[in-house]
Every structure is written in structure tokens, then in C-alpha cells.
Nanobody
Framework: QVQLVESGGGLVQAGGSLRLSCAAS????????MGWFRQAPGKERDFVAS????????YIGDSVKGRFTISRDNAKNTVYLQMNNLKPEDTAVYYC?????????????????WGQGTQVIVSS
């Protein structure tokens, strides 16, 4: 079973950038499609971005399209979320998720494996 550990969160001013990392262990990373979700206080956990295994096709949620990108390095068993032009409404706990499968997946129930999350706070 794959284990996921996120890192890279922190406090940043609006307009700034952060890169989140998610390191995977205990499974064959290249066989997993990966996703990022986020959850703000009192809100549901929402889809942010997904990347497929193999070709690395990506899908970015509408709320972050044009500002966030997702990528993966299979040699390092790591998936990244590059976040640019951050806004206060991006403040949330960001979670990495994994599932077996060839496509990209955008709903929470699609994913079987989750990390513990990393906090991102964007100040205005």
C-alpha cells in the first residue's frame, strides 16, 4: 500500500508562489494516477489538479487554472503542485492522493490513498 507525505506548505503573501511536494513510498509510483485536493476551514475537500500515470496528462480545476500546474517525477516517486499568483482564497490544507488507473480522476471518491495534508496560508 502506498504512503503519501506532503511538504512545502507555509505562509505566503498574495501574489507569491509555493511548490508543494508529495513523496510516495510503499508502492509502484509509476502505476498510480495522482491528484491534489484542498480543504478550507468549514468547507468540503475540493479537487485542485490531477495527473495520469504514463503520459502524464493533466487536468486542472477551474478555480486554479492558469495559476497552478501539476507535474510528476517518477524517478523520485514525487508529484508536485506549483502554485503561482496565490490568492487569500487559496488558503487551505492541501492533500495529495493516489489511485491505480491510467486516466486522471477528479472526484474525491476516486482516490484510495491520501496523505496527511500540508497547510497553505495566503495573506492579503
Amino acid at each position: 500500500q502506498v504512503q503519501l507525505v506532503e511538504s512545502g506548505g507555509g505562509l505566503v503573501q498574495a501574489g507569491g508562489s509555493l511548490r508543494l511536494s508529495c513523496a510516495a513510498s510503499g508502492g509502484i509510483f509509476g502505476s498510480y494516477s495522482m491528484g491534489w485536493f484542498r480543504q478550507a476551514p468549514g468547507k468540503e475537500r475540493d479537487f485542485v489538479a490531477s495527473i495520469s500515470r504514463g503520459t502524464g496528462s493533466t487536468y486542472i480545476g477551474d478555480s486554479v487554472k492558469g495559476r497552478f500546474t501539476i507535474s510528476r517525477d517518477n524517478a523520485k516517486n514525487t508529484v508536485y503542485l506549483q502554485m503561482n499568483n496565490l490568492k487569500p482564497e487559496d488558503t487551505a490544507v492541501y492533500y495529495c492522493a493516489a489511485r491505480s488507473g491510467a486516466a486522471f480522476y477528479i472526484t474525491r471518491s476516486d482516490y484510495a490513498h491520501w496523505g496527511q495534508g500540508t497547510q497553505v496560508i495566503v495573506s492579503s
